[in-house]
């Protein structure tokens, strides 16, 4: 359960006071703001703040005084334009400010992405609830034979069982131990910036978590990837349907170019080219090594 | 005038259209959306969109559910906490997008500060308008005579008449140029993205500026500093008064510990000891040069 | 003419004096030093300092403890693998430091990309020397008849005459009325930060630029790239040259994956496997815009 | 241990090899190439390559053609003039990159500074090694009772020697479980990716970490600060002493202005001045808080 009922109160006062304003709103995006959508088994996202909509990417990109066109036909347009042809700084001018509850090996990962802005929970200064990441059943995969990176089928069995068993006492035993060090009447306590290094990876966190339109996007296509960890992926996925409410033309564009699009090399290009001359290209006559040529019939072959 | 009646009507529509918002609003903010504030002859800043206001920083400093305490003076001794020990991330959380009108000379200074969005009007594509800055009579200032990058007294009589006469003169000759070169009737016309090489620096440009409230605060710093170049100086002060309405409580403690502060080095930390001690000490036992005992002197006496 | 003989003796005695290191070294990219590669009119590209080789991008990508594996074909691959999955911080772990003299016109575009270092030759401090990019009458191309933000063909005849007379004209008038404001006997001069305006964009600056080499490539694909303005882009393929001769496993990938590569949209991926199992796909059958089947069918004739 | 007889055997080699360049050299620096300088009990920092020296600030500062002054004195006082004005862009001219191995607790801190190039050992593909930070007894800090962020005095007798069981046990329990879940015959093996979750913070990592002098110097005033966490503030340390060898002038600059210097308030500025006229200034009369006063007196009295 994510969050606490005084915490649930504290959003819905949030989302009871509505105010006026001057700024460009959207409305798909105000249906989203302050609700926590949950993520994993303690984890969430939830929208805190947003700057701009579709339209504001286009009176950007014109340096327009007003809200520029009103056919919201030239503006899917325009923005198709400027996603086809890689241009970013109309991206740049819409922002977004998250709250993030996670796991800390899920934060390490996210935290890569460096053109953010970012306040984390601090625990040097407060104390960490005792809450742990327990993969569900289906999510505990095995490692992958053929990808040193990436996961197979999900244990089955006594090693499931077993692997739960260890993650849910490992995880209690060190958080017992955790909370020991740092109070127990009769003692002086250890620092809490020292006791915290007890704690393992699967520990939840959380963030304010802040950036514009174009990094937010990059960050999605590389970890709402299928080659991404599953535990950063259902995060993506998550803002991803946030995005898709708040900027609906600009994700349209961001689907069709990117998330569903493909980069073909100089090389992939001419096999391609000769194929549908009606050549047949076999991986000798390709150029490509055996690995590109599996990428590359994997990708024609839909 | 910086505006034309068709853009100040365009102004006109978005002031005139409020909606509501469950986001953060800054009333003092909201006064300000989309009002073209004058600068220099041809120049403004006006404010496109906010987001965030002084609770925002609190809020993401405690990384809290809701607005947090309800307290004004907890925010605003915690805002000056944050910004007294150089906390920077919580004043991130809060971003600005301005629409700014600037010669082309100023532009350059600006660019520099390259954590920020910037969309300018495209000279490549579009043709420019015939609008140079031309400075006012009391701005028309002599090279210094003790700092080589700095300004003197205001020129004078036939001098200051015949640099302004220069100025209109090259600028108008150069404007004429331009337009015959892209386009006369009989001939194919220069590119736009060659014949603006002609044009000189004080042409005016136009771009929209997004940054967050400490890179901001930061630019001000610089600035809105006395050493500063007046032209950006005063776009500087213009955004100054703006943020002042917008978050009053940061804006308060940005003048208290940035502009009206100072950094002392050990040495002068040192010397400071010993007079307060009531030691009399000279440049020659400071352990200063004499360009820092200046500093140092004119410092401590106000 | 680039260069005083001054600067090429100072030039020449930077080169003449080696000195033993520890550090990787590339010895493509030792021959480059110090030596300035002509561009334009009066421009240069000169290395001032770089930082790692191929081995050093693969020696990041491992984080070992020496230069890693001796096999240079292992290095080439794995240098292939990190560019076609988009990893870039390996690329991030080389770094170069140029020195380049380019018009105004030209920085201003170049500026744009952001995650580099600059320090630019001060016109508030110093006196801009007398040199203007004048194009060659084969650069002097007029504005595209089919994009608005193109080129057409060269002019010619009376037409170039006029224009390259006006260039030169206006540049030196401006010029002579530059030195004469900012000093003349028996007067004070305006101030060199104010006399400046008076110059137009295609008098030249200079600028040291530090950037790694991740960006570095970035920028050149959006520069060196057709439809980039011809005189930025020359500085691109000048830059382009060096780092064939400074990373060239890397120079190799990127050029295979990234100059001579392509992205598809998910609607063209679904169209192209149409078409390799022979179906006749139509623009009308394609679901793309006028403009996308139009550069999509260039693709894939080649 | 830090090091393998594997891993000092490949530094051997790379130290035994110098090889001629035409770039800036330090020989400063070049005595720590590669070493590793032990931090904590089994980390460390090395240099992996570096770019410039103290010359390059200027050369850069200056846009110079060669190496400029050859006085020494010359360039330590423009580095320090560049230093007292905030001038930073020529210090980005510097370049550093390390290899560092420390514990994941001080590595979340650590990447809070975005403005650097970072690989990071994968525990994604590859096993982490069993090396846990287990503190030394006098590190063994006490939460302060004044100060909710800091340390009190040393835990001692029976209290330190059951942290100290906990720490240790609770390690090799976990890296027991890891090692035992991602691989024993007869079974799949969780993914790496999910194991790691199960490992405590203080379990060592390693990472590549590049980033410019600038940017360092900030890294080092906050983590080299006494307020920093004595974990990140011993690897600031030794970072320190290798930037002094580094770039001496820029050490003395940095130590006199930012580590040994502080910044007063306006109202600060104003009670000195009052002070040092012979006023008796309480904290009642001073304007400022009673934490502020607090911090105020200790500067004053050094």
Known sequence: MPLTPEQQAE???LRASPRPTLRATSEGMEAHLHTAHPVLDHGFVRVIDYMGDDAAICQAARVSYGRGTKSVSNDAGLIRYLMRHWHSTPFEMCE???HVKLPVFVARQWIRHRTASV???SARYSILDREFYIPA???LAAQSTTNNQGRGAALEGEEAERVLRILRED???CYDHYEAMIA???QQGLARELARM???ANIYTQWYWKTDLHNLLHFLRLRADPHAQYEIRVYAEAIGRIVADWVPHAWRAFEDYRMGGATLS????TCLRRMLRGEAVTQESSGMSAGEWREFRQLIEG
Chains 1, 2, 3, 4 share one sequence.
């Open 137 to 139: 059943r289906e999510a």
């Open 11 to 13: 959003i819905d006062a």
């Open 171 to 173: 995880a209690m035993r």
């Open 198 to 200: 007890n704690l393992p």
């Open 184 to 186: 127990r009447e009769g």
């Open 119 to 121: 306040n984390e929970y």
């Open 96 to 98: 977004i400010k998250l």
């Open 266 to 269: 100089a090389t992939a290009l």
